[in-house]
């Protein structure tokens, strides 16, 4: 079964400072990747996505993540964090119709 | 402005009713997905729909009873449930197909007392 990982449940950086989430997959075939952020008392709302192509993808809010298949990783990245970007993110990998989650990093932005 | 829509957004009931969430989407996709989550967790899947038949149920108790009427409406039935089955139920949509992304509601607050 395919699966990932996120390194770090909780992340805390400086406004302005660069936002670095980790997520590492497991997978035996090329994997359908997703970034999902989750605001309090709210859904999960879309970042980004991997299916094929290009390996740099860009998303919402500035945000962007790079597959890399010799490290088994999809980093999500935000050159500089504003304070709205405190929130849950999820790193999910897509097998058939099951989506399956990380445990979720937790952000957290110091003024 | 989520285009899955919930309702009620919070639900209180006691071990002994029958209450029902709803769930619906007007984007066509054909997929529709029933997510159970507990607090600084992360979500997980309980039911998938795909083109209104049931296509995945994981392994969850009888007391939670899915049902899609169309294509653009999801039921999750609830009868004689726990206090441990309270949670934040989200309902999702997706086109179908392998690399589709979900969208998800904003989901029910459901307090079992």
């Known amino acids: 079964a395919q699966s990932v990982t996120q390194l770090g449940s909780h992340v805390s950086v400086s406004e302005g400072a660069l936002v670095l989430l980790r997520c590492n997959y497991s997978?035996?075939?090329?994997?359908?990747l997703f970034w999902y952020v989750q605001y309090p008392n709210q859904g999960l709302q879309l970042l980004l996505k991997y299916t094929t192509g290009a390996t740099l993808v860009k998303g919402i809010n500035g945000f962007e993540a790079e597959f890399k298949k010799s490290e088994t990783s999809f980093h999500l990245t935000k050159p500089s964090a504003h304070m709205s970007d405190a929130a849950e993110y999820f790193c999910a990998v897509k097998d058939d119709y099951k989506l399956s989650f990380g445990a979720g990093t937790t952000v957290t932005v110091r003024a | 402005d989520t285009e899955v829509t919930q309702t009620p957004k919070h639900l209180v009931m006691g071990m002994t009713n029958k209450k029902s969430l709803k769930c619906e989407q007007h984007?066509?996709?054909?997929?529709m997905y029933w997510y159970k989550q507990k607090a600084k967790k992360p979500p997980e899947l309980m039911f998938v729909?795909?083109?209104?038949?049931?296509?995945i149920n994981e392994s969850v108790p009888s007391r939670f009873s899915p049902e899609c009427p169309n294509s653009s409406l999801l039921n999750l039935h609830l009868h004689a449930l726990q206090p441990e089955d309270s949670a934040l139920y989200l309902c999702?949509?997706?086109?179908?197909?392998?690399?589709?992304?979900?969208?998800f509601g904003n989901g029910t607050r459901l307090t079992v007392t």
């Open positions: 729909y795909s083109y209104e038949k049931l296509s």
């Open positions: 984007m066509g996709h054909r997929a």
């Open positions: 999702a949509s997706s086109q179908v197909g392998q690399g589709s992304p979900l969208h």
């Open positions: 997978s035996s075939v090329p994997p359908y």
